[in-house]
């Protein structure tokens, strides 16, 4: 599965976007980009994945470029609870295992 | 949505206790699940695959006497952390993703934090 780059920390205010790059420049053409977070000491929480269109659910929006080697996760509006580390991580489509890199630290500030 | 339950949250005991933790799947059925262990300000590492009626796979550097796999049914699997001592003690973490699918998504229990006195 291809490796993923994160910042290992970013801060944001509260009530603004939270945007969370990620490269993943060797990326092909089976492998979808998945992206968790993890709150201080609980499992993995899955906020969305997706191809190479852009996806929106409740949680969040992912941005994928067309080339493929970044993406972006968006928090719209982000709270203090959305205070977590952030996991981009590339699988390919029939994979099972996920393989974590070591995330952004997200901190929301009043 | 999918839910993945796992027991203990957490435990403390002494050295040389077998510690028995349980992932099961609430929804859904999972032929494969995973456990993980994770360190103080580390990120997650694969110990090994749980495959439903046959043997665990273990990832390198894991040892499958110390760590006792059982998924014994599609929506149950096992580890039993054998003799445990402090440097196992750790945040334990087991996961699965729905049969049907092969683009489903992978969903986490809440872990369990094991201390070993």
């Known amino acids: 599965d291809a490796k993923t780059t994160q910042p290992p920390s970013m801060d944001c205010a509260e009530g603004r976007a939270a945007n969370l790059p990620c490269n993943h420049s060797?990326?092909?053409?089976?492998?979808?980009v998945y992206w968790y977070r993890q709150i201080h000491s609980q499992g993995p929480q899955y906020i969305i994945h997706g191809l190479k269109n852009n996806e929106t659910n409740e949680m969040a929006s992912l941005i994928i470029t067309e080339d493929r080697k970044s993406s972006t996760l968006i928090l719209p509006h982000a709270t203090l609870r959305d205070t977590a580390v952030y996991y981009c991580i590339v699988r390919r489509l029939a994979g099972n295992m996920l393989t974590f890199g070591g995330g952004t630290r997200l901190m929301v500030k009043p | 949505g999918a839910v993945v339950s796992q027991h203990p949250s957490r435990v403390i005991c002494k050295s040389g206790t077998s510690v028995k933790i349980e992932c099961r799947s609430l929804?859904?059925?999972?032929?494969?699940m995973f456990w993980y262990r994770q360190f103080p300000k580390q990120s997650l590492m694969l110990m090994a695959t749980s495959n439903e009626g046959s043997k665990a796979t273990y990832e390198q550097g894991v040892e499958k006497d110390k760590f006792l796999i059982n998924h014994a049914s599609l929506t149950l699997s096992t580890l039993t952390v054998t003799s445990a001592h402090p440097e196992d003690s750790s945040f334990y973490i087991c996961s699965a993703r729905p049969g049907q699918g092969i683009n489903q998504p992978q969903h986490f229990g809440d872990g369990t934090r094991l201390s070993i006195l």
């Open positions: 929804d859904f059925q999972a032929t494969t």
């Open positions: 060797t990326i092909s053409g089976n492998e979808y």
